[in-house]
């Protein structure tokens, strides 16, 4: 009997994980095809197959559900750049393949453009969560504070300029990510993630990368794509 009355249980939360991994599905796909503005409990719950009320009883809100969504795609980014860490790499090579593992993500999947979408209408005062709110978004902040410490290692390794500001430079970073994502998800589907498409990404990084620059460096040094 005490079986029977596990196994039930057990079946509950499953498909109760189940349904949640479903809402979450749902609106991940709303995001890419409408866009997060358009979106409210009425369409996710048409999108799921399910009742508001029913919608309700697994997210309170709409940012809630983002949050969540928002999060576990850091999560998966977070992942991935730790199976391209290297130890002993110089600020600059740091950079190089923190760029390349957000090019390969951003390739294979769109946890790029889901993360910065869902922070950026979450914070409409900035293109991501601020390096002050700590707390907030575990993840997110582990991602903003990769980049700083690797600003500060080319400051201190004399490649960027000493004076430049590291909290700033790492927002103008997000901010050339979160536009060159916006501009993308606004293409069709076929064409986003295309050479071009990257390669217009590529070379507004590296104008970014040159203006961070101590006066006199060899630009030929700052190449974002040598390895």
Request: charged share 25%; aromatic share 8%; proline share 3%.
């Amino acid at each position: 009997m005490l079986e029977n009355v596990m196994g039930i249980a057990e079946r509950r939360e499953r498909e109760k994980a189940e349904r949640r991994s479903a809402i979450i599905n749902s609106v991940r796909e709303l995001i890419l095809s409408q866009g997060i503005e358009r979106i409210n409990m009425e369409n996710i719950a048409r999108k799921a197959e399910l009742s508001k009320a029913t919608l309700y009883l697994y997210f309170p809100s709409k940012n809630v559900l983002l949050n969540e969504i928002g999060e576990e795609a850091a999560r998966v980014f977070l992942e991935h750049l730790k199976s391209l860490q290297k130890t002993g790499f110089t600020g600059i090579k740091a950079l190089r393949f923190l760029w390349r593992g957000y090019i390969e993500l951003f390739g294979s999947s769109d946890e790029m453009a889901i993360t910065f979408k869902v922070h950026s209408f979450l914070n409409p005062s900035l293109p991501f969560v601020s390096l002050e709110e700590s707390g907030k978004s575990p993840n997110v902040n582990t991602i903003l504070e990769a980049i700083k410490t690797i600003i500060d290692q080319c400051k201190a390794e004399g490649v960027f300029d000493p004076g430049l500001d590291s909290y700033m430079a790492t927002r103008m970073l997000l901010t050339m990510f979160s536009n060159s994502l916006d501009a993308a998800t606004r293409m069709p589907a076929e064409t986003r993630k295309s050479p071009a498409v990257i390669g217009e990404m590529t070379k507004a990084l590296q104008i970014i990368i040159y203006g961070f620059a101590r006066e006199g460096t060899d630009r030929s040094s700052l190449d974002i794509l040598s390895l």
